[in-house]
């Protein structure tokens, strides 16, 4: 039988030796990605010295995972830094020269770039056309029109009707679909063509949010996410760079890697017993005496700590919020977790020998003619792939080869995971010669994909304000814990 141990101050700095009211507060973060580094680099700046990451993972960086094959850096997770006028993560990278100059003569959808310095995407049918040029801006000059729309309900505090089911799937479905149907100037077979790209725009919506559908969003909430000004900017060697900046500060000594949080003791009454039944087996440490809160950990360490920041993901606190907290949390955290929504964005990069797709092409698009008249994004098992928006070239190929990355999201996203790579490879290679018309494009030479929603550290890419949750939600999960004005979770 396993025993249990409580730890005490592992540090032998002054600051922390010495009598109980006279050390350094002991603060303990859960959580390695960005937020935790924050949070351990901001509190040592500041002079803490106490402080201690616990990580259940074999590495630092969270949901940013760059991953090195050649030459090229392909990033797993976070990719663009969207914007630039006070974004501190831009001004981090810029700072440490790790951005190149990109240019204004852009215009995109979303993650969609509709034309750039590396081209033009190419909307191709499931019949193996291409939607003309002038019919995709068409239609996204449309699609933008709807999408400053569903931005007014909560900026401008318009009130949302029945109709729309505070759904911005919904909204954005039956606004597009009236005003295509409605335009003189269109012919049937283009108007049809129109009809089926707006499943595939909701389609990279769904991914740029990471839920299921957009029929999940919260249309009277949707507006409070606003774009920072300036370019998006990508890092060629890595987004891990910017982890590793932020980790130069930070003592090895501080992180702990390899270490799962089983639960978090957080009522003192709770920290009390603990307390005395690890003094009944003269396991505390003087040092561990009076702890407000203990950190249990998965290997059976019991980290006393006066407070705690917990930086996981709220895949994980949906998933294991009762058992995380001991005592449960208040109602209202509870309700937090349980409305707001997070769900699954992933990637699959693609390596060809050489390229099939001409030199101006920077995406393929997949649209589905059969999807115009369609209302609902959800997919039998089997046809898991048809949720996959599109595959992206990545540029240059000089850096990467020649590369594509596909995006899936929701549930369909959950079922990629499950598959081997073999799968998804042939099922991708099926996908490009249907819609290309091309029947001889060769299987990829290496695949890379994601899987997020299938690892239990993180159980989702990232979060968004799903219909009947608010920014409030937001701010009552940030409140800490204790409700006191000395709170300690």
Avoid at 59 to 69: A, D, N
Avoid at 120 to 138: C, F, M, S
Avoid at 409 to 420: P, S, T
């Amino acid at each position: 039988m396993q025993s249990c141990e409580i730890s005490g101050d592992s540090t032998d700095d002054p600051l922390s030796s010495g009598l109980r009211r006279q050390r350094q507060p002991r603060i303990v973060i859960i959580g390695a990605g960005l937020a935790g580094l924050s949070a351990a680099k901001a509190l040592l700046e500041s002079g803490f010295t106490d402080v201690t990451i616990l990580e259940a993972t074999d590495r630092i960086g969270g949901r940013v995972q760059s991953v090195k094959l050649g030459h090229a850096t392909f990033e797993l997770g976070a990719t663009w830094i969207h914007g630039s006028h006070g974004n501190p993560v831009y001004h981090l990278a810029e700072d440490n020269g790790l951005l190149e100059e990109t240019t204004d003569g852009e215009r995109s959808v979303g993650r969609i770039s509709l034309y750039s310095k590396n081209g033009v995407a190419y909307h191709l049918t499931n019949n193996g056309q291409r939607i003309p040029k002038d019919v995709v801006e068409e239609f996204s000059d449309l699609y933008n029109e709807v999408y400053n729309l569903t931005q007014e309900f909560f900026q401008r505090g318009k009130p949302v009707n029945a109709e729309s089911q505070n759904s911005v799937g919904v909204f954005t479905r039956d606004v597009v679909r009236k005003r295509v149907k409605a335009d003189p100037d269109d012919t049937e077979a283009v108007k049809r063509l129109k009809l089926a790209m707006i499943q595939q725009y909701l389609k990279v919506e769904s991914c740029e949010s990471s839920s299921h559908s957009m029929d999940e969003v919260s249309l009277s909430e949707f507006g409070e996410w606003t774009e920072i000004p300036g370019a998006h900017h990508i890092i060629p060697c890595g987004f891990i760079k910017i982890v590793e900046i932020l980790a130069r500060s930070i003592p090895e000594s501080v992180i702990q890697l390899r270490k799962p949080v089983k639960c978090i003791h957080w009522n003192q009454s709770v920290s009390k017993e603990i307390e005395r039944v690890a003094d009944h087996n003269s396991d505390l440490p003087e040092e561990g005496r009076g702890s407000d809160v203990f950190v249990e950990c998965e290997d059976c360490e019991f980290i006393p700590a006066d407070h705690v920041i917990v930086t996981v993901s709220l895949g994980v606190l949906k998933k294991r919020h009762e058992s995380l907290f001991h005592p449960r949390l208040p109602e209202e955290k509870v309700m937090a977790i349980e409305k707001l929504g997070i769900n699954t964005t992933d990637k699959i990069f693609l390596e060809f020998e050489e390229p099939f797709w001409s030199s101006e092409c920077n995406s393929i698009q997949f649209v589905w003619e059969d999807e115009a008249e369609s209302e609902s994004l959800t997919y039998p098992e089997e046809l898991w792939y048809k949720k996959i928006c599109g595959f992206d070239v990545l540029y240059p190929p000089e850096r990467y080869g020649h590369v594509l990355s596909g995006w899936i999201c929701g549930e369909e996203a959950l079922i990629m995971e499950k598959c081997d790579d073999e799968t998804v490879a042939e099922t991708c290679t099926e996908m490009l010669r249907k819609f290309t018309g091309n029947p001889n494009i060769p299987k990829p030479r290496r695949i890379l994909r994601s899987s997020w929603g299938s690892n239990p550290y993180f159980r989702g890419s990232y979060s968004y304000t799903q219909v009947g949750s608010s920014g409030a939600d937001v701010e009552k999960l940030a409140k800490p814990l204790p409700y006191a004005e000395s709170s300690k979770t």
